[in-house]
Each structure stands twice: as C-alpha cells, then as structure tokens.
C-alpha cells in the first residue's frame, strides 16, 4: 500500500528565502509523481510532473527532484514571493487514482 | 487549452433537495473523476471514469450518484445528502484512465448541505 507523507505541514518564511518541500513515499515502484498548487478554497494547479525515469524537472522558480531508491521527491522553490503562498501537495498513482501527501502549508511574507 | 471548467462555484441545499455538479473539459481527455475534499485535508477520490465507464467508485454512498454523458462532460447528482456531505468537490481529468497521464484539475464546486 502506497502511503505519502510531507514534511513540514506548515512553513513561514520572508520572501526571498530559497525554500525546499519534502515528498516521502513508502512503495518505491512509482509510475510518476505529481506536484500540485492550491490555494484556499481553488482548486488543484498542477505545477511539475516527474516520470519515474526522471530525476528531476523544472518550470521557472520551481524545480522538483525525485529519487526512487530512497523514496523521495523535492520540490525546490527559489527566491521565494508572497505569491508563492498556498498548500502544496505531491501525489502518485497508485491502480488508477491518486495517493495524495498531507501536503504542505506555504506563508511568504513580505 | 488545459482548463476543467466546473458549475456552479457554490451550491447551498437542503437535505431534501436535489441537485447536481457539471464538470466540463475540451482537451480530449477519455478519464474523468470526482473527488471530496474537506478543509485543511488532501482530496479523496470518489469516481473514474475511462472511455466514458464507470471504472472505480470509491464505495461512495448511493445518494452520490455520477454521469459521464459523453467524452467532454462529467456530472454528479447529489440527493438527500447529510450536513457531512459539506465539502469541495473536484472534477479532474487526464488523457487516459489506464497509464497515469498528468491530471488536471477544475476550480471546484464549494457545496453546503443545511
């Protein structure tokens, strides 16, 4: 059974800052893994996806990584804006649905 | 285009009433879904469906009841639901239900059941 858990569950931090979220997950047979956006009460943007024969991919600020042998994805934020502040959340499927993480609570202050 | 668009943004029913949640998508994408999500908690899946078949119901209560009319629409017929029913309800979809293709998903439909 494939279970997905992300550290932290919340950050605040100052924009700016270089910020690295944490996806881990038990079964280390993944077809891909997915790193969504959302902000309060939206709805999911989905922001990278990785196959699982990738080690990383990148979009602007965002860049996502992901290491199967130790059952691990990062996803690196650089210099971070107030406009970076939402719920992230990794997910990985799993016999047709999605196995979403606990994700994780994003705050950039000014 | 890769929008999901979903209507209506917010639904306020009792629990007598009867209504539905519509869930649309031009990007000729054959897998569509369903999902519940409570506040501050990841979604749930409820349904699939592929090629316009149910494929996976997530042993949804039956007063949940979904469509899939054609390739581009999903609907979700909702009666006599229970104020616990309150959530986000969110329709996604991705190119295929069989290979997990990246899914997109729509802004959601905010429902309350007084």
């Known amino acids: 059974k494939q279970e997905v858990t992300q550290i932290p569950a919340a950050l605040s931090v100052p924009e700016g800052e270089n910020l690295v979220l944490n996806c881990s997950f038990t079964?280390?047979?993944?077809?891909?893994l997915q790193w969504f956006r959302q902000d309060p009460g939206k709805g999911l943007t989905s922001l990278l996806l990785?196959?699982?024969?990738?080690r990383e991919q990148t979009s602007g600020r965002l860049n996502a990584s992901l290491d199967k042998s130790s059952g691990r994805s990062t996803l690196y934020i650089a210099a971070s804006q107030p406009g970076d502040s939402a719920t992230y959340l990794c997910?990985?499927?799993?016999?047709?649905?999605?196995?979403f993480g606990t994700g994780t609570r994003l705050q950039v202050f000014p | 285009d890769t929008e999901v668009t979903q209507t209506p943004k917010h639904l306020v029913m009792g629990m007598t009433n009867k209504k539905s949640l519509k869930c649309e998508q031009h990007?000729?994408?054959?897998?569509m879904y369903w999902y519940k999500q409570k506040a501050k908690k990841p979604p749930e899946l409820m349904f699939v469906?592929?090629?316009?078949?149910?494929?996976i119901n997530e042993s949804v209560p039956s007063r949940f009841s979904p469509e899939c009319p054609n390739s581009s629409l999903l609907n979700l017929h909702l009666h006599a639901l229970q104020p616990e029913d309150s959530a986000l309800y969110l329709c996604?979809?991705?190119?295929?239900?069989?290979?997990?293709?990246?899914?997109?998903f729509g802004p959601g439909t905010r429902l309350t059941v007084t």
């Open positions: 990785i196959q699982s024969s990738q």
């Open positions: 079964d280390s047979a993944i077809y891909n």
């Open positions: 997910a990985s499927p799993r016999i047709g649905k999605l196995i």
């Open positions: 996604a979809s991705s190119l295929s239900g069989g290979i997990p293709y990246e899914q997109y």
């Open positions: 990007m000729g994408h054959r897998a």
């Open positions: 469906y592929s090629y316009e078949k149910l494929s």
